[in-house]
């Protein structure tokens, strides 16, 4: 039974990837980091030690805090985050207890610097329709919730990232892009160290509806004809990021919760007269 203040790795595990999920605040020292340096999915590093000058950003916030047991240093910046009027909870038993549940970790290796903000930026071409959706929203939910999306013309793509310190994707020749007959969605999936069945699933549909193989799910279809629907909606590529994120999290819940349901009608068939 944890503390009033603490919050269990089966019920982080169960935030993480939706709108719902809490900041996820990693105070680890770097020994520790050094011994493991996965990350929980969209967390963000702070120094334990000044925590009295970052405490205030947090303000109005639910926040869950995780040191390596979960112990005195996560406890204690929860307990700062508290005072300075953040909903702050410490992971209880800490990154030990979550790789020991085998929850979900992020590769750090392949994320690309932040700027001066401790934001990702990346740069992709306008128009997006699905795996330029696809892969904002999983950078989104699971690398980067701050994260900055540039879409430009394609011919321009490449010179952007160049003068504004931006990663490119899902354009030709670069590293985060197609590879054979998988999307970008699988390349960063891969890359980043999300494997669950849950994001699996969803990589088939995205790569089906991307690469007009709509055989490979049943799912694949419907989700070409929402993102095709959306992009003739909204001249704004953000606000059409913006409103499929919606999109993409009915998918992601569908893919992790709802697979087994079905619906049918008449739903039941009551007692007769």
């Known amino acids: 039974m944890p503390s009033p203040d603490a919050i269990t790795v089966a019920q982080l595990s169960r935030l993480v990837g939706t709108p719902d999920a809490p900041s ?13 340096p996965r990350t929980l999915p969209a967390s963000i590093d702070r120094d334990f030690r000044t925590v009295r000058d970052w405490a205030g950003d947090w303000a109005g916030r639910s926040v869950v805090v995780v040191c390596q047991r979960g112990q005195k240093l996560s406890q204690g910046v929860a307990a700062w985050l508290r005072q300075s ?6 992971l209880e038993g800490g990154f030990e207890a979550w ?56 011919s321009e793509v490449s010179a952007v990232a160049e003068r504004f310190g931006a990663t490119p994707f899902d354009v030709e020749g670069i590293f985060w892009s197609h590879r054979g007959e998988t999307c970008t969605f699988d390349a960063m999936l891969d890359e980043f160290g999300l494997d669950s069945p849950a994001l ?12 007009a193989r709509l055989d490979v799910a049943p799912e694949a279809a419907g989700l070409l004809a929402a993102s095709l629907g959306l992009s003739r909606m909204f001249r704004d590529d953000l606000a059409q990021l913006d409103a499929a994120m919606l999109l993409y999290d009915s998918f992601y819940r569908w893919a992790r919760d709802a697979t087994a349901e079905t619906h049918n ?7 007769r007269a």
Not at 85 to 90: H, T, V
Not at 205 to 210: N, P
Request: hydrophobic share 45%; net charge positive.
């Open 24 to 36: 996820i605040v990693d105070v680890r020292i770097a020994e520790d980091r050094v011994l493991d």
């Open 99 to 154: 790789v020991q549940a085998e929850a979900l970790l992020v590769k750090p290796e392949q994320v690309p610097p932040r700027d001066s903000d401790g934001r990702t930026v990346w740069v992709t071409r306008a128009r997006p329709k699905i795996d330029r959706i696809a892969c904002p929203w999983l950078i989104r939910r699971f690398i980067d919730p701050g994260a900055v999306f540039l879409f430009v013309a394609p």
């Open 85 to 90: 009027g953040a909903r702050a909870e410490n």
């Open 200 to 211: 699996n699933r969803l990589a088939t549909i995205v790569r089906g509806a991307d690469t």
């Open 265 to 271: 009608w008449p739903a039941t068939s009551g007692p």
